[in-house]
């Protein structure tokens, strides 16, 4: 048996002391009339660091015309002379922003802060045009896109797409590699798949029956079409299946307008709050595995154990792969980014989390004890 399902549409964000229940209708109705630009052509990378110079050099390769912005001069110097990315002078003019910026606080990497991040909007709030889309791939708290589309007074696009990129593995995990995406409305969505995967388009104008807002779910998930790409939307706690049109990589041509992509995978969910956990939950998943890694080392150490044999003899089994503990939980961003989950609710706060960072700790305690023991011995040799 078919049925419809239909994509839940967001409602704009904003203060409930300023804005009433009909000016909300009327702000969600004007955004998802608008329509979709036919085509992306002047894209603006803010932040040029460590995430943000790769994007933009993927951006410039996918044939869009590719502008940097970046509080740092160097960066800015570093983007021009290692892509050819142009600087941008000011904000206005652009089809697409994309935001890259740091979320840590500047004096302690490992603690979230997204002052920075806002400081941008609002300069963008003052000089884009209207219907542009401004997709954020950094790393933010949960209620951070509504709060950045009140702060543009509803008329641009806003969309969250995490950033999954390795630095280490650029070619298995690069910037083309599957990604979330949300809208804060439906039609925020809408022009963030066209953008980064090239689907639902219809000559490059989006209608009100354009995938994902409408499509034919499969109750005995046969597909229903030709589609080759299946996008799966947790809609009311259910998983259900959206078949969308195949990703476009290259340009696509008509006789009227020529619409390119970023030709990456995007896996769309209903409400930009669960994109916006997505990436804090990712890492905090990565912390755990590495503080059990950290507490079996511990154990093993009590307990006269060989730590490197029983990894090994436990990795044997298909479904079980205990990481190697090293120097402690490193780098910022999963710290960090484990914080920003712990913060995201006030109601409940995870206790194995919080287990985790204690087990971290102590962890680190011990190898510290452990290398000062080591460097006496050596004076003593």
Not at 129 to 141: D, F, H, Q, R, Y
Not at 204 to 230: E, R
Not at 346 to 373: C, L, P
Request: hydrophobic share 35%; net charge neutral.
């Amino acid at each position: 048996m078919l049925k419809k399902a239909t994509l839940k549409s967001a409602v704009p964000y904003t203060r409930a002391t300023t804005t009433t229940t009909t000016n909300l209708e009327s702000m969600n109705k004007s955004m998802n009339k608008q329509q979709i630009p036919a085509q992306f052509n002047k894209i603006l990378i803010v932040g040029l660091g460590q995430l943000g110079l790769p994007v933009a050099k993927y951006v410039k390769e996918r044939g869009f015309d590719a502008y940097g912005y970046d509080i740092s001069p160097k960066a800015m110097d570093r983007a021009e002379k290692t892509a050819a990315i142009k600087k941008a002078t000011d904000f206005g003019e652009f089809d697409v922003y994309i935001l890259c910026v740091s979320t840590h606080k500047p004096e302690d990497m490992f603690s979230p802060q997204i002052d920075g991040l806002f400081s941008i909007v609002e300069r963008i709030s003052k000089e884009a045009k209207n219907g542009a889309l401004v997709s954020i791939e950094s790393t933010i708290p949960k209620g951070t896109s509504k709060k950045v589309f009140e702060m543009l007074n509803h008329r641009l696009h806003v969309a969250h797409a995490p950033h999954r990129w390795y630095a280490l593995e650029e070619k298995e995990h690069g910037v083309n590699q599957l990604r979330v995406v949300g809208g804060v409305c439906n039609c925020c969505l809408k022009v963030a798949l066209q953008f980064y995967d090239g689907s639902s388009t219809n000559n490059g104008i989006l209608s009100d029956h354009s995938t994902p807002a409408s499509t034919i779910i499969d109750d005995n998930n046969s597909n229903s079409n030709n589609s080759s790409v299946t996008h799966h939307i947790t809609s009311t706690g259910d998983t259900i299946d959206i078949s969308l049109p195949t990703p476009t990589p290259t340009s696509t041509s008509s006789s009227t307008s020529t619409t390119i992509s970023l030709g990456i995978p995007m896996h769309p969910v209903s409400e930009v709050e669960v994109a916006e956990i997505t990436k804090i939950v990712e890492n905090a998943d990565r912390y755990l595995q590495i503080s059990f890694a950290e507490d079996l080392y511990l154990y093993c150490q009590a307990n006269n154990i060989n730590f490197g044999e029983l990894r090994e003899a436990l990795n044997t089994k298909w479904n079980v792969n205990i990481l190697e503990p090293r120097d402690g939980i490193g780098g910022h961003c999963l710290p960090k980014d484990t914080r920003m989950f712990l913060q995201s609710s006030k109601s409940i706060r995870s206790k194995i989390i919080q287990a985790a960072m204690e087990v971290d700790e102590d962890y680190r305690r011990y190898r510290e004890s452990r290398n000062i023991q080591d460097n006496k011995l050596l004076l003593r040799q």
